[in-house]
């Protein structure tokens, strides 16, 4: 495997263009030299002229959220395709599949006893409401018994009332706070202390002898007024924001404090009391899609360069870092080609996934569908891990991506290259984000990875993914990057290569395998 900077790929560095600062690099595969010109003007552009601000502004403080089987996403959708057209962009929304739809309305949830308090928290995707009233219920903790038949005797009791089901936490400081004030032995006791409370809730919950989606639907049948639960992202003020797995009843996610002060108080025998309002609505059963864009190619216009963001996103928030930033990303790329480059070589096509985040089942989908387009892409770059800037990309397993990778990278700014790091041959990805849908059909598909920016804990999937929490310097630069790749691999005279490594063998000493294709779930929710 090679691991090193594009511009240190065996001094292979022939010219420098100074106004852009582009350097040049000829890899011996090909000699593909690039248009500096019309390069010079998607720099400038993208630079001077960016429409990320607007497009964020519009998709994610406008419509919001788009969680799967939502109106906001069908929405969304129509609003992309009207983006599109406005920049003289074929666009179209293709179904795949139907979801349970469901739309979340406002949720209001406050202590009324032993003190008043309005709490923080949220229903999670896909629970039951309130039907239009305010339910008022006292509090209560699965309990810790020996095993499931004395879980099931306590059952009964939780008629009316509403049940705590998270562990409370020991500390709501993340772990680095701790590190930079708490001398070494706070720090080693709240370790021990939160992994012994870690170890006992887990014998907890495994004693009532439930899976986590039994135990709700138990709760449920058991006559609970609403779940109660906590899912800390061990960053301050986040937490993790999913989807419910009871569906006649609200679960509703409180923050790390306002759970840990309710919990407390029940635990003391306080029998504190919460009311509820949750106003969400059962939409039946309703489409599921993709958002797809293209500028036709010019010559070879039945092979593909494949531009791929997920629209989709959890509701916790506006899902401005997962995935808006990935979505901007490509729809600012495409407007950027159109401009300057709009009679490419090869078609660009643009695929802005539906219910990625259900498992990857947009791109599956298309994938699935389309074996005659997947048969003729000649890359796929893809683009959901954040705001950072593109900072590595790996060869994904195709045992010759290093050559035309290189190639490509060669015509993009030294101010871009300069932060990415290239591993080559690497390995197949098999999950994680929609580049791996196309992997597993063998189609040369490149994850465009990005710095953290506390990406993992602080705004992937939480409630605190919202647009303040974008980097528009660093998307900027990654609309460049995308575009100017995307130009190379449309131009490029060879078909990328598609010849895989040989996977090592396992543990076991069993073969490698390559990915296999997984076919999506086109009745989501719908069970």
């Given at each position: 495997m090679k691991k090193n900077n594009i511009y240190r790929l065996r001094q292979t560095v022939l010219s420098t263009v100074a106004a852009t600062g582009m350097a040049l690099v000829m890899l011996p595969a090909m000699a593909q030299k690039p248009d500096t010109t019309l390069i010079k003007k998607i720099i400038a552009e993208g630079t001077n002229n960016s429409q990320l601000k607007n497009l964020g502004h519009e998709l994610l403080d406008g419509i919001g959220p788009r969680l799967v089987?939502?109106?906001?996403?069908?929405?969304?959708?129509?609003?992309a395709v009207k983006t599109f057209a406005s920049w003289g962009i074929n666009a179209r929304i293709e179904n795949w599949g139907t979801w349970r739809g469901w739309e979340r309305g406002i949720t209001h949830i406050d202590m009324v006893s032993p003190r008043v308090r309005s709490l923080e928290g949220m229903q999670l995707a896909w629970s039951g409401n309130t039907g239009g009233k305010t339910v008022t219920a006292e509090t209560v903790i699965i309990p810790e018994v020996t095993d499931s038949l004395a879980f099931a005797k306590w059952l009964p009791s939780v008629k009316g009332?509403?049940?705590?089901?998270?562990?409370?936490?020991?500390?709501g400081r993340p772990d680095y706070n701790w590190d930079e004030f708490g001398t070494k032995e706070s720090i080693e006791k709240m370790k021990a202390e939160r992994n012994t409370l870690t170890d006992a809730w887990n014998k907890r919950i495994k004693n009532t002898g439930l899976s986590a989606v039994a135990l709700a639907n138990a709760l449920e049948k058991a006559g609970a007024a609403a779940i109660f639960s906590s899912y800390w992202s061990r960053a301050f003020g986040s937490n993790k924001i999913f989807g419910a797995q009871a569906k006649k009843i609200p679960t509703i996610d409180l923050s790390l404090e306002d759970y840990g002060l309710v919990y407390r108080l029940t635990e003391s025998g306080q029998k504190p009391k919460l009311s509820l309002r949750a106003d969400s609505k059962e939409l039946g059963v309703v489409p599921t899609f993709n958002v797809m864009a293209e500028?036709?190619?010019?010559?070879?216009?039945?092979?593909?360069?494949?531009?791929?963001?997920?629209?989709?996103?959890?509701?916790?928030?506006?899902?401005?870092?997962?995935?808006?930033?990935?979505?901007?990303?490509?729809?600012?790329?495409l407007r950027l080609l159109?401009?300057?480059?709009?009679?490419?070589?090869?078609?660009?096509?643009?695929?802005?996934?539906?219910?990625?985040?259900?498992?990857?089942?947009?791109?599956?989908?298309?994938?699935?569908?389309?074996?005659?387009?997947?048969?003729?892409?000649?890359?796929?770059f893809n683009q959901d891990n954040g705001t950072g800037r593109v900072v590595n990309i790996q060869g994904q397993g195709f045992l010759h991506s290093y050559d035309y990778i290189g190639r490509w990278l060669s015509a993009v700014p030294r101010s871009i290259t300069q932060h990415i790091e290239t591993s080559f041959p690497g390995r197949p990805g098999s999950g994680g984000s929609d580049y791996a849908s196309f992997v597993a059909a063998g189609v040369p598909a490149f994850s465009l990875s990005s710095n953290?920016?506390?990406?993992?804990?602080?705004?992937?999937?939480?409630?605190?993914?919202?647009?303040?929490?974008?980097?528009?310097?660093?998307?900027?630069?990654?609309?460049?990057?995308?575009?100017?790749?995307?130009?190379?691999?449309?131009?490029?005279?060879?078909?990328?290569?598609?010849?895989?490594?040989?996977?090592?063998?396992?543990?076991?000493?069993?073969?490698?395998?390559?990915?296999?294709?997984?076919?999506?779930?086109?009745?989501?929710g719908q069970d």
């Open positions: 089987g939502t109106p906001q996403m069908k929405t969304a959708a129509d609003w009332k509403f049940v705590l089901i998270s562990m409370p936490q020991p500390t500028i036709k190619g010019s010559e070879k216009p039945d092979e593909y360069v494949v531009l791929s963001a997920h629209f989709d996103s959890w509701d916790g928030a506006s899902g401005a870092t997962d995935n808006g930033t990935g979505t901007l990303v490509m729809m600012e790329a159109k401009k300057f480059y709009p009679n490419p070589k090869r078609t660009i096509l643009v695929g802005l996934w539906g219910s990625e985040e259900q498992g990857l089942n947009g791109s599956r989908a298309f994938v699935e569908d389309n074996p005659a387009i997947v048969k003729n892409i000649q890359a796929v953290s920016w506390s990406y993992g804990t602080y705004t992937w999937h939480t409630n605190k993914d919202t647009y303040d929490k974008i980097v528009f310097d660093d998307v900027q630069n990654n609309a460049i990057l995308t575009a100017i790749l995307a130009y190379m691999a449309s131009e490029d005279p060879a078909k990328a290569s598609r010849e895989p490594v040989v996977i090592p063998a396992d543990r076991s000493g069993a073969p490698g395998k390559w990915p296999e294709p997984r076919s999506p779930n086109r009745k989501g």
